[in-house]
């Protein structure tokens, strides 16, 4: 029997309740299909930060990466000042592990009510390949005459060619293997390129002539598309159908993913991965540890158990993965009333103890 070993980090706020459920379905799952989950859990957070001052240290992200994958809550507390848990867990693990793609599919569950007038799971169906350990997100900058009337302030959007290339690589697979055509969906595969080279100049450039001549290469059979950002945000309300595969830098994809998570129900639904093909894993729900509700088992945990379903799926567990789903889907056309907070006529647990089931039919 194939065993994985997953390293689980609840992390903060409502981040515990929802992993929770995602062990709890991963592991209905494990039972059904015939493999082992072999789970450690880790305190990283909050807790172990405001107890000892310990944010992920080196030995720590060592031993991470001597899973098999890695299932995450939400990390973030607003005991803690902005940026301290971030950086020194969340954003250390992406980097550390170097996962360098951060997959974050936006597709509307049937029975979900859809905030744009007249679009449904047809129309809401595409991924975003997020960039992960670059960009914006690398801090490079600092501060001059701080705290004075002449004080600057920089921070530099980096990106070099390696960490490009090897990004759109992955999308231009990811939109051969997984995109419309290769769905039955349409008559194209299609990746769409997100930047904003009429003002970003030097670094969207390099994305843009990486994007097309790595596409006339080696990816002439996936259709090429490209949209400034801000275009981008109005299509995805005007015409989401018109989008397939997206691929952007790290910061740009940040944003995006947030508003396609509220055209997909919010963000109790929306799953994603921060993925190292060629390494360590991590998946995650791509909403934050929602203080607010913490401790109330309200807060909705498909997104957390569908990103549990992206690890069985990248581990090879494709029937697993499926099961897990098509019983969220079954869940969201006939038992949920609402993917927000308190509103989906179940509590936490029910709501994993009855997709749980499900997947054990
Ligand atoms: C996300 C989050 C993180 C990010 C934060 C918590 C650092 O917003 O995963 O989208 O900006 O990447
Ligand atoms: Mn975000």
Same mark, same amino acid.
């Given at each position: 029997?194939?065993?994985?070993?997953?390293?689980?980090?609840?992390?903060?706020?409502?981040?515990?309740?929802?992993?929770?459920?995602?062990? *709890? +379905? !991963?592991?209905?799952?494990? #039972? %059904?299909?015939?493999?082992?989950? &072999?789970?450690?859990?880790? /305190?990283?957070?909050?807790?172990?930060?405001?107890?000892?001052?310990?944010?992920?240290?080196?030995?720590?992200?060592?031993?991470?990466?001597?899973?098999?994958?890695?299932?995450?809550?939400?990390?973030?507390?607003? *005991? +803690? !000042?902005?940026?301290?848990? #971030? %950086?020194?867990?969340?954003?250390? &693990?992406?980097?550390?592990? /170097?996962?360098?793609?951060?997959?974050?599919?936006?597709?509307?569950?049937?029975?979900?009510?859809?905030?744009?007038?007249?679009?449904?799971?047809?129309?809401?169906d595409?991924?975003?390949?997020?960039?992960?350990?670059?960009?914006?997100?690398?801090?490079?900058?600092?501060?001059?005459?701080?705290?004075?009337?002449?004080?600057?302030?920089?921070?530099?959007?980096?990106y070099?060619?390696?960490?490009?290339?090897?990004?759109?690589?992955?999308?231009?697979?990811?939109?051969?293997?997984?995109?419309?055509?290769?769905?039955?969906?349409?008559?194209?595969?299609?990746?769409?390129?997100?930047?904003?080279?009429?003002?970003?100049?030097?670094?969207?450039?390099?994305?843009?002539?990486?994007?097309?001549?790595?596409?006339?290469?080696?990816?002439?059979?996936?259709?090429?598309?490209?949209?400034?950002?801000?275009?981008?945000?109005?299509?995805?309300?005007?015409?989401?159908?018109?989008?397939?595969?997206?691929?952007?830098?790290?910061?740009f994809?940040?944003?995006?993913?947030?508003?396609?998570?509220?055209?997909?129900?919010?963000?109790?639904i929306?799953?994603?991965?921060?993925?190292?093909?060629?390494?360590?894993?991590?998946?995650?729900?791509?909403?934050?540890?929602?203080?607010?509700?913490?401790?109330?088992?309200?807060?909705?945990?498909?997104?957390?158990?569908?990103?549990?379903?992206?690890?069985?799926?990248?581990?090879?567990?494709?029937?697993?993965?499926?099961?897990?789903?098509?019983?969220?889907k079954?869940?969201?056309?006939?038992?949920?009333?609402?993917?927000?907070?308190?509103?989906?006529?179940?509590?936490?647990?029910?709501?994993?103890d009855?997709?749980?089931?499900?997947v054990?039919?």
């Amino acid at each position: 029997m194939a065993k994985y070993n997953i390293a689980v980090i609840p992390g903060d706020g409502t981040g515990p309740e929802v992993t929770r459920e995602a062990v *709890k +379905v !991963a592991k209905a799952a494990a #039972e %059904k299909f015939g493999f082992e989950l &072999a789970l450690t859990e880790y /305190d990283f957070g909050a807790t172990r930060y405001l107890k000892t001052g310990e944010t992920l240290s080196d030995e720590s992200l060592e031993e991470l990466g001597g899973y098999d994958s890695i299932l995450l809550g939400a990390i973030g507390d607003p *005991k +803690v !000042a902005p940026g301290i848990l #971030e %950086k020194g867990v969340l954003l250390k &693990a992406r980097f550390g592990l /170097d996962q360098y793609i951060n997959l974050r599919p936006v597709k509307l569950y049937p029975g979900v009510s859809c905030p744009i007038t007249g679009k449904g799971p047809d129309e809401i169906d595409y991924t975003v390949v997020r960039e992960n350990v670059g960009g914006l997100y690398t801090g490079t900058g600092g501060f001059t005459m701080k705290g004075t009337q002449h004080e600057v302030a920089v921070q530099s959007c980096v990106y070099s060619r390696y960490q490009v290339e090897r990004c759109l690589r992955y999308a231009f697979e990811y939109a051969r293997k997984y995109g419309k055509k290769a769905r039955g969906k349409g008559e194209n595969n299609t990746l769409a390129l997100v930047g904003k080279t009429n003002v970003l100049t030097y670094v969207f450039d390099l994305w843009e002539r990486a994007f097309n001549e790595i596409g006339d290469a080696d990816y002439p059979d996936v259709k090429r598309e490209y949209y400034h950002v801000d275009a981008v945000c109005l299509y995805m309300i005007q015409s989401p159908e018109m989008f397939d595969v997206m691929v952007t830098s790290n910061m740009f994809g940040d944003i995006v993913t947030d508003l396609g998570a509220i055209t997909q129900g919010g963000l109790g639904i929306a799953a994603g991965g921060n993925i190292n093909p060629e390494g360590v894993s991590m998946f995650e729900p791509i909403g934050g540890t929602a203080p607010s509700f913490t401790g109330q088992n309200v807060i909705n945990p498909l997104a957390a158990i569908c990103s549990g379903a992206m690890m069985l799926r990248s581990l090879g567990e494709d029937e697993a993965a499926t099961a897990i789903e098509d019983a969220v889907k079954w869940g969201t056309a006939n038992k949920f009333k609402s993917m927000a907070a308190g509103e989906m006529g179940y509590g936490t647990d029910e709501v994993g103890d009855m997709i749980a089931a499900k997947v054990s039919e």
